[in-house]
């Protein structure tokens, strides 16, 4: 299995202080029940968020609030 990495998130989030911010709202999102994204069997909830990220699959609204994609 391909790993996640940070430049793989920096593609679709323009810092890595907002990336941080985040993933740590999504890890938030997953345990407090949200489903998965993305098919992510076995990690984390931190490389669940970051794979999500980096699909593209989580992105910042206009209005500079995180949502899903």
Known sequence: MARITIE???????NRFLL???AAKRVRQI????EYL???PKNEDIV???REIAAGK?????DGKKGQG
């Open 8 to 14: 793989d998130c920096l593609k679709r989030v323009k």
């Open 20 to 22: 941080v911010h985040m």
């Open 31 to 34: 345990r407090e029940g949200s």
């Open 38 to 40: 993305v098919s992510s």
């Open 48 to 50: 669940v968020a970051l």
């Open 58 to 62: 989580v992105v910042v609204r206009e």
